[in-house]
C-alpha cells in the first residue's frame, strides 16, 4: 500500500478510527512521514483532536482498514479539507465495496472481497429470528 501511494508524496497519513488508526502510523512508518487519526466528534462526523494540526496545504494520505460504505473515510477527507489540508489518496487493505464507491482521489486497495450486506429490514437470518453470534 505504501509502496503504490509513494508517488502522490503524501507529508501525513491520517485514517479513522478505529480501523485506520494503526495503518496510519504503519504507512507513515513506511513512508518516512507522520501518521494521526480522525476521532467522532459531537457532529457525527470526524475531526482531529488531540493536538494534531495540519499546514495549509499539507499532502495527506488517508487510509483505512475495510471499505464497505466509503463513510468513515469520507468523513476523515472532510477533516483534512475542514483544517485546510489537501487530502491526495485513499488506500484500504480490503475493498468490499464492489468498486461502488468513488473518493475523487487516487485509489488502492490491497485486495478485493465482496460480501452481500443488508439493512436489518431485509436481513432474511433477522425475518427467520436466527440470532446474531458473536464468538
Known amino acids: 500500500m505504501a ?3 509513494r508517488h502522490l508524496e503524501p507529508q501525513t497519513v491520517a485514517g479513522p478510527t478505529t480501523g485506520g488508526l494503526l495503518l496510519a502510523y504503519e504507512l507513515a512508518r513506511q513512508l518516512g512521514v507522520r501518521g494521526i ?3 467522532r ?4 462526523g470526524r475531526s482531529f483532536q488531540r493536538d494534531f494540526r495540519l499546514e495549509p496545504g499539507e499532502r495527506v494520505l488517508v487510509v483505512d482498514d475495510i471499505l464497505t460504505s466509503g463513510i468513515s473515510l469520507n468523513d476523515t477527507i472532510e477533516a483534512v479539507r475542514r483544517v485546510g489540508g489537501e487530502p491526495v489518496g485513499v488506500t484500504v487493505v480490503v475493498d468490499r465495496s464492489g468498486g ?3 473518493f475523487g482521489l487516487p485509489f488502492v486497495a ?15 437470518l433477522c425475518r427467520e429470528g436466527v440470532p446474531l453470534k458473536i464468538t
Open 41 to 44: 466528534d459531537e457532529g457525527g
Open 37 to 39: 487519526f480522525a476521532e
Open 100 to 102: 461502488k464507491v468513488d
Open 3 to 5: 509502496d503504490a501511494m
Open 110 to 124: 490491497a485486495t478485493e472481497f465482496e460480501l452481500q450486506t443488508y439493512d436489518p429490514a431485509d436481513c432474511p
